[in-house]
Each structure stands twice: as C-alpha cells, then as structure tokens.
C-alpha cells in the first residue's frame, strides 16, 4: 500500500480589526496565502477581554481543521496573530483596545504577531517606546523602503523582497528612534523614517507601511513569510501579486454565513416577461424623455433612471482620437429606466432613520410599521426570487433589471448612528420631523411594470412581473399593459418632437439665493479641523460637505430636471418623484411632496445577475482644454497629481475592504487604477474596483458592507463618519446617497447622488464638497466646494429667474442663520 503525502499543516490567522477601513483587504491576502479565512475579531470584541477572544479563536481554528477528527500533532493548525492598522494612538485603550493583551500574550506564548501601521506602533508602545509625529504626513502617498543592514536581508520576514521596494503609507504618527533594547529596527525610507521592526528574541515583526494596498510592492509575499515562518519553515516565493484580474481560490473556511442557499430549483411562483416594444430608434435619448413626458410627467409617483450623457459620450467615442476610457464610458451610459407605481403588485415605502418607521404606500391604504428600510428589502426581494422569465421578440436582455426596487437610499439609512447618539445632526432631524417637512430618507418604488432603453442597440423593452397562481396579478393583464404600451409607443414615434422644456418656472423670482449650511468661515475652520485630526491620525482623509438651500418654488420640477440634464448630462442621472396618491392624507413629521434631480457621474455599486460586483470611485476632476495640446496637458496634470492620487488611492483600498466583507476569496481586483476617463466637458480621475460577491451575501449584505459609499466618507470610514458628524453639525439627506435599483434577480445599479437637487413644493436643497486630505489647500477648498454647485445653482437661476446670473450663494451671517432654521 502506497502511503499518501501528508497534508500541509494550514495556518489560522487570528485578525484583530482596529476599527480600520483597509483590514478587510488584509483578510482577502490572510486568506490567499494561509488557505483558510482569518477569524475577524473587533478590539472591543467579548467586551474586551482577551481570554474570551482567544478561546474563541482556538474553537474556531479546531473547528475549521482538516481532517476535523484528525488528532496527529504535526495536521494541527498553526496559529498567529495580526494586530490591523487603524486611527488614533496605541497609547489611548479606546484606539488599540484588546491589542495590548494580544501582544503581551504572544511574547509569553511565542504565538508569531505581525503588527500593521497601527499594530507596528502598538508594538514599540507595549515595550516603552514613543510614538510621536511624523516629519511627514503620509496618506495615501508611496515611498522605497531600504533595509536597515545588510543582515536585514536575511530576515525571514523580508525573503524574496529586495531592498528599495516601494510601499503605500497611511499614517501621521511613528513609532520614534531608539527603541526600547527589546527591540530592533528592520527597515526605513530614505529619509530615516522606520518602517519595520521586530522583536529580538520572539516572533512579533511591525510594519508600519500597508503591505494589503492596492501600490504596495511584495505585500503577498511578506504575508506568506509571516506564514512560513508561523509554521517554521523555510520561506518560499510567492506567486500572488495585485493584478486587474481575480486571482481564484477555493476556500472552502470562510466567515458564519448568514444562510445557506437552497440549490435546488424551486417551483416559479412569478413570471418575467421581456418584451422588445421597439428597434431601430433614431435620437432614443430625446425618444426616452418624449416618453416619459407623455406617460409618467402626471403620475403621483414616477421615476426614470437616465443615462442623459449617453449623446456626448457617444459622439466623443466616435472620433477617430477616441480613448478605450470613452468608449467604456459609451457602455456605462447604455440603459435607461422609466415607470411608475401604477402596477398591480407596485408600491412605494419610505423610510425615517431617526425613527425606525417605514411607510408604506399601496394601492388603496397607507399604513406605517416600524423597522428599517433594507429588512423590508430583503424580505420583498427574497419572497420574488422563485421566477421565471420569458423574452417575446427578442431572444434575451442585455440589461439585469427584471423587477424590484427603484429609488433611493439617504446617507443617513446606515452608519449614521442617529438612534445611539444625541448629536446637533439627530436635533435638525427632529426639528424638521416636528414642522412636517422632513424628506424622507429613503424612498423606494416597487416596480411589476417598467420601459427600457438601450441606447446602444436604439431598442425598447417593456419588463412585466406577474404572479403565477392567486388573484394578485395575471399574466393576462401585464400582455395587455405591454400591447397598449407599444401603441403608445408607435403614436409617439410617428408624432411631432417634444417641445423643449421651459426655461422659466411659472412664478418668477427675481433671484435665488441659496443659504449655505456652513458659512466659508465655518468651513475653512472645519477643514483645519480636518487637517488637525488627520495629523493626530484620528483620520486620514475627511470627505467634508455643505448643504445649499433656497427658500423657492419650483412649480415643475420636471421641467428643472429636462434643463439639467441638457446643461450637465451625466452617465448615473435620475428623476424620482412622490406627490401624495388621491386616497392619502398626510401625517406628522413627512414630506410627501419631493423630486430628486441627479446628474451624478458616478457609480456607487453594481451588481450583475452572476453577482459580479463594480463599484466607479472618482477623486480627481479637471476641465477640458481648449486645444488638443492644452486638453493633453491637463489630462497629464491630473493622472501625476500627487494630492489626487492620493485621494484617489485611499479611496480605492476603502472600497478594495468594502468589498472584501462580502466577496469570494481572491476575487477583488482593480482592473483600473486611478484611469483618467475624458468626457465632453472634464477629464476625471476614475479608479474600477470588482469582486465576485459571495453566494451566502445578498445585496443587503453588500449594501451594509460598502454603504456610505467610501467617496463621500473618507477612510477610516466609521471614525470619519463621527468626524462628520461633528464637523458638518447638519444631516445630508438624500445627498451622499445612492439612486438606482434593485433587482428581484439579485442585480443592482447604484449611484452616489452628487451634482442633485432636492425639490420641494418650498425649497430647493443640494450639497457639495470635497475630500480633505494633509494636502489640502485651505484657501481653495471652499471654493472648490462652490464650483461643483455651479452647474445646479446655475441651472436653478436659469429655470427659476430666466438667466443663470440669477442664482447665487449667500455668505451673509444673517442669511446663514435663516438657513440654520430650515
């Protein structure tokens, strides 16, 4: 009998998470080279004892052993430890909580612990070190390391890494020169800085750069040493590395999963039918908005999901210059969804975060329950996943909406922490719920009936939803919505051109002036706030926001929307509107009454019907050139700008971890990093981010996972959230959030709503900001915060007084206290 090899001892990676926003893509690699998941603990985890979160790290490691009754000592796992990077001190125990155990724990037990940024500090700290500020603030910025001696170059932790590589640093704070006698320097920058070091005599290694960012050289390989020399091995090298493709891992050991899905096909309880209503449309953009001032500009509740920049990304793809930038950005434009909440399964829910109340709207009663917006969705999404889909003429769908929801999500919705904290941000929000003005923060139609345009092939589709059994719906009546459609649809096409939109509100101003929620003084004191706390590394880049409101009347919101898009087309656009049904009365505390008006250019989250996950971070925008020479010169000026790459970087590794939460091993990858895409009118700084979301994760675990979008927050995203909080002292609302939709099938479309307006019947209401880094220039940044509103503010002063000069922002004190009250 031939004996069999014996199994490779696996390694189970202890990962204490300090609250950061890049531990997840420390996990992703842990997994990569240990072959089984890390176990993710907080470090105020068991309520902050050790002890307990040792033990359940040991049940967890014994449990995940192969074979499970396998009781030989060489087949038993191997453990470690690695202490995370995260914000503030390791000298304060609310930063660095249970690490300072774990440390003094794995120096008596020689347990190897590799501290990162955070942990590296930490590391000098437990021992009598001084960590004190850097020369330099570094986020988000990248630098060589040298050794710090030649025999540093033998050192297990370094194998296969040659001297002068280059790393990705986020840290404001380093752990000072000497060290305590306990321990050694292993490696620094070319300026002196210490970037690694190790104890003398026990197996605990620090680095204080991020070997897990998306530009850091060897990080894979420095995990796997940690690896080898966990299990006493010699070092090997390593073949994994940051690339734009997934790398693919069977992992069998990943974290508790929510549930596990039923592989075996139910019987359809609802049908999908995909009906192409139109081919060969010429001009389907204007086509589109035709139709949705004929069919759904009078309905209580509509929405059309625009790709209004379609036209000019098409036209700038066509040339013969064209970049593959446009031409991707051509496809990133290609649908566009329209209906409303007239179906016969259709609804509407809207949701208060300070609350915890839903109400929802139905075809003949409005009834509130309390609980939070995305457990509804779940529910209602998961009670329609048993459905079959039909396709008449035409042989399938190159779109994923089959269905669901459409609406939007407010900032507030998750990780505002309104119901634990009694900040100034929790009292506007009662304010305005005790007026009866508060819009709510988030808005969602349940959509059974729906047109789509493809603007690519110039086709319609209509998608209806029916049940199969009951009395609910009939398949019978959506043939019939979907004939009559078509004919409205040929009335259309052989019918005159739409009119274009007026460019006056009935009841003319004589100027807008919009109140700003900070006043420039305010907010310049709030970015050095920013700076401040950056430099004390609470934080490393603070996205800081104003809230513009105008006290006016904009009779035809629509009308607003159709100029918008003409003036700043946008590839993520929308309209959403709500007005009270006929049978509904109005209660305390909601806003019934309010249209969203988008033209965002950015993707949040897309998820396609293979769970195929892309989110679009923009950090970076320039102007085009008037000359293709000057139009070249700033596009170069923006791709090598330190500060936006900077910003950049930092968002792509947030959203890199985001995604790490919920994907399958080794599938998060970056098949664009920092890539400058050229529109009709800017040049911007565009990183693509993609994962293969998990098969035990639903859209709702994505959501809670990647929501904020990190574009709007800043990094470490839970402790800048609070920073927010406090800086900005007012909620943000619709803005910051995400407009789109979500998908029976499991498929998603998300935007970050920028560049939008919040119209109601009163006032009119739109954010703006940008991100605050150590580089920021205070002067410019308010500013800059002003010129990203231009283009709503203009359009406002053009619809609601006839000429854009009629529109600006007030900085008068008195002004600003009249806003405060809005």
């Not at 070091?197 to 070997?211: N, S, W």
């Not at 609804?347 to 009663?365: D, G, M, N, T, W």
């Not at 719906?473 to 009559?484: E, G, I, L, V």
Request: negative net charge.
């Amino acid at each position: 009998m031939v004996a069999m090899p014996p199994r490779p001892r696996r390694v189970h990676t202890l990962l204490i998470d300090n609250y950061d926003s890049y531990t997840y893509n420390l996990f992703q690699m842990l997994a990569e080279v240990n072959g089984v998941a890390p176990m993710v603990m907080r470090n105020d985890a068991c309520a902050g004892d050790w002890d307990r979160i040792w033990a359940a790290f040991l049940v967890s490691a014994g449990k995940r052993r192969v074979p499970p009754a396998a009781e030989l000592e060489d087949d038993a796992p191997a453990l470690n430890i690695v202490v995370s990077p995260g914000p503030g001190h390791p000298a304060n125990a609310q930063d660095f909580g249970v690490c300072t155990a774990a440390i003094r724990f794995a120096a008596a037990t020689d347990v190897p612990l590799l501290g990162v940024c955070l942990g590296h500090q930490g590391l000098a700290t437990v021992y009598g070190g001084h960590v004190g500020q850097a020369p330099e603030v570094m986020h988000g910025r990248t630098s060589a390391v040298h050794f710090s001696m030649p025999a540093a170059t033998e050192e297990p932790l370094f194998a296969f890494v040659p001297t002068g590589f280059a790393v990705v640093r986020y840290h404001s704070l380093v752990a000072a020169e000497p060290l305590p006698v306990e321990l050694e320097s292993l490696a620094h920058t070319a300026d002196g800085v210490l970037m690694a070091l190790k104890h003398r005599t026990r197996p605990l290694y620090g680095v204080q750069f991020h070997p897990e960012a998306i530009c850091s050289q060897f990080g894979h390989q420095l995990l796997q040493n940690f690896r080898d020399l966990t299990l006493g091995q010699a070092p090997t090298k390593c073949l994994l590395h940051h690339s734009g493709h997934q790398h693919h891992h069977q992992i069998a050991e990943l974290l508790p999963s929510r549930s596990t899905p039923d592989v075996q096909r139910k019987e359809p309880k609802f049908q999908v039918v995909v009906e192409c209503l139109a081919k060969d449309v010429d001009g389907i953009c204007d086509f589109a908005e035709s139709v949705f001032v004929a069919l759904y500009a009078e309905a209580p509740r509509s929405f059309w999901l625009d790709s209004s920049s379609f036209q000019s990304v098409a036209a700038a793809a066509s040339t013969a210059s064209a970049s593959s930038s446009a031409r991707a950005a051509r496809l990133n434009s290609r649908f566009s969804l329209m209906g409303d909440a007239s179906g016969p399964l259709s609804y509407c829910v809207e949701f208060s975060a300070l609350h915890q109340l839903l109400r929802i709207h139905k075809q003949e009663e409005t009834v509130e329950a309390s609980g939070h917006i995305l457990t509804h969705v779940r529910e209602q999404l998961a009670a329609y996943a048993d459905h079959d889909v039909v396709f008449e003429q035409t042989d399938s769908a190159p779109f994923a909406f089959r269905g669901g929801f459409v609406g939007y999500l407010g900032y507030e919705v998750l990780g505002a922490d309104l119901t634990q904290t009694k900040s100034i941000v929790t009292q506007v929000l009662e304010e305005r719920w005790n007026r009866g003005d508060a819009v709510p923060d988030a808005s969602l139609v349940f959509v059974d009936r729906v047109l789509v345009f493809d603007h690519v092939d110039q086709r319609v589709y209509a998608v209806t939803l029916s049940a199969l059994t009951g009395n609910i719906a009939t398949s019978d009546d959506a043939q019939q919505w979907r004939t009559k459609l078509r004919h409205q649809l040929d009335n259309l096409r052989a019918g005159p051109s739409l009119a274009a939109p007026t460019t006056a509100s009935t009841g003319i101003v004589d100027e807008v002036v919009f109140h700003p929620s900070c006043s420039r003084d305010d907010y310049v004191a709030a970015i050095k706030q920013s700076q401040e706390l950056i430099n004390q590394g609470e934080t490393y880049e603070v996205c800081l926001t104003n809230q513009l409101r105008a006290d006016v009347s904009l009779t035809d919101p629509l009308a607003f929307y159709r100029v918008l898009r003409r003036r700043n087309p946008a590839p993520y656009a929308g309209f959403y509107k709500s007005q009270p049904m006929p049978q509904s009365t109005e209660s305390g505390g909601w806003q019934s009454t309010y249209s969203i008006c988008c033209s965002s250019p950015e993707r949040f989250l897309r998820i396609d019907r293979e769970g195929w996950m892309e989110a679009k971070p923009i950090k970076g925008t320039r102007r085009r050139g008037a000359t293709p020479e000057e139009d070249q010169a700033i596009a170069q000026e923006l791709a090598t700008c330190v500060k936006d790459r900077a910003e950049n970087m930092m968002i792509a590794d947030l959203v890199r971890n985001d995604f790490g939460v919920v994907a399958a091993i080794g599938s998060v990858h970056v098949p664009k990093l920092m890539n400058v895409e050229s529109y009709a009118t800017v040049h911007q700084l565009v990183t693509t981010v993609r994962a293969q979301r998990r098969h035990d994760a639903d859209i709702v675990d994505v959501l809670h996972a990647t929501f904020p979008g990190g574009s709007m927050t800043g990094a470490p995203k839970q402790r800048t959230m609070a920073i927010i909080r406090e800086l900005e002292r007012h909620p943000r609302g619709v803005y910051s959030g995400t407009l789109g939709f979500m998908s029976i099938c499991g498929s998603c479309d998300l935007n970050i709503i920028i560049r939008t307006a919040v119209v109601t019947p009163t006032s009119i209401t739109l954010g703006a900001g940008g991100a605050i880094v150590a580089l920021s220039d205070t002067d410019d940044e308010y500013d800059e915060m002003l010129l990203k509103a231009r283009a709503l503010v203009q359009t406002v002063g053009l619809v609601a007084a006839g000429d854009v000069g009629k529109a600006r922002v007030s900085t008068d004190v008195a002004d600003l206290a009249a806003a405060g009250r809005n």
